[in-house]
């Protein structure tokens, strides 16, 4: 996000705390009249537009209501253990391949969400594949957004560290599917516990035979929160059971089959032992075979493959990791995050290891 963007979604929150302290100092309750724009403005001594910014900002949290022709009151939210906030719109960030990877509008994910949130319209956003036009699109989205009447919350769905940052900043309602870059905290989110998926593959791989382990991962702007915390946990169940710190092979690969092939055939061409291979995400299982098969092996026979990520229903040839929670409970867990109404602001959702009798290549 630019510098002047980054600083204007700043002074907004800091209005937006400075009249939540307001409210409490003033004892008001939720139902109670609160002052208007140019009262507000007055009393913070800032300018009109940032104000009335500040003031929409805590209309999307349900602090205030704003109702016309009577004015401004105190929402249901305020003060609340835990929030009740009436969102008109949910807004989905998310890519367009992984829009169609992961099948999201037939995970029955998009189910849960409007069973916990009925009468809220929730709607898809692309985001765009330039990494470069990015900043750009988010000024401009949490601009629009901050000005917007909705009350509104977002999901950030496979989200760089410019979003997250971008969306914490503006202190909006938002909660990330998936897990936080360092330096981002108070974002509610929900994620798989990665550091499970990694013991659980390693042990599995390891318990293969294979004393090497190749993660294959899908190329991006750099690894994500997860797959650190996936790696991080195969390093810890290698070292534990004696083996060297080159025990693991990192690649991060574009979503293209000749490439993931030759790849995966050089990594085997190259290795004095064969290794077992982690593939995320699974739509890259098929090339990764290809490479096996290239090099001379055989897949689930000498070189062992297991899937990390998988999101739709029924039985696999192939050893994958499966989350205790169905993608539409996962949807309403969601829901519950952005009300307010989870337990805690992040979601850390068990997971176990399926294995087919007898995995097929």
């Not at 299982?285 to 096996?292: D, K, L, M, R, S």
């Amino acid at each position: 996000m630019p510098p002047r963007t980054r600083q204007r979604c700043a002074a907004i929150a800091q209005l937006a705390s400075r009249i939540e302290a307001d409210i409490r100092r003033r004892g008001l309750k939720p139902g109670d009249a609160y002052q208007g724009t140019a009262e507000t403005t007055r009393m913070l001594k800032a300018g009109a537009v940032t104000v009335n910014q500040a003031l929409q900002l805590l209309v999307k949290r349900n602090v205030l209501v704003r109702r016309q022709r009577s004015g401004t009151f105190i929402g249901g939210s305020f003060g609340a253990s835990r929030r009740e906030v009436a969102l008109e719109r949910v807004r989905i960030l998310m890519y367009d391949h992984h829009l169609v990877e992961e099948g999201i509008f037939e995970s029955g994910m998009l189910l849960g969400m409007q069973g916990e949130l009925p009468g809220t319209h929730i709607q898809v956003d692309s985001m765009p594949r330039n990494v470069a036009d990015e900043a750009a699109w988010l000024a401009q989205f949490i601009e629009q957004s901050l000005g917007s009447r909705q009350r509104e919350g977002f999901v950030l769905f496979n989200s760089t560290v410019g979003m997250q940052r971008a969306f914490h900043q503006s202190g909006l309602p938002t909660v990330v599917a998936g897990g936080l870059y360092a330096s981002i905290e108070g974002l509610p989110y929900i994620d798989r516990d990665q550091k499970q998926v990694g013991s659980l593959l390693a042990e599995y791989l390891l318990g293969r035979g294979h004393r090497r382990i190749v993660m294959i991962t899908r190329q991006r702007p750099g690894m994500g929160p997860g797959e650190y915390q996936v790696a991080d946990a195969v390093s810890e169940v290698a070292a534990r059971l004696g083996l060297s710190a080159n025990s693991l092979v990192a690649r991060s690969l574009p979503h293209d089959t000749a490439v993931v092939r030759c790849e995966v055939k050089r990594l085997l061409e190259g290795c004095d032992e064969r290794p077992g291979i982690i593939v995320r995400p699974w739509q890259m299982i098929e090339a990764v075979y290809g490479g096996i098969e290239s090099a001379g092996l055989r897949p689930q026979r000498d070189v062992a493959v297991a899937v990390a990520d998988y999101f739709q229903p029924g039985a696999l040839p192939y050893p994958v990791i499966r989350s205790a929670l169905s993608m539409r409970e996962q949807g309403a867990r969601m829901a519950q995050l952005l009300l307010g109404q989870a337990d805690s602001a992040a979601v850390l959702i068990p997971v176990r290891l399926e294995v087919p009798v007898n995995p097929k290549p």
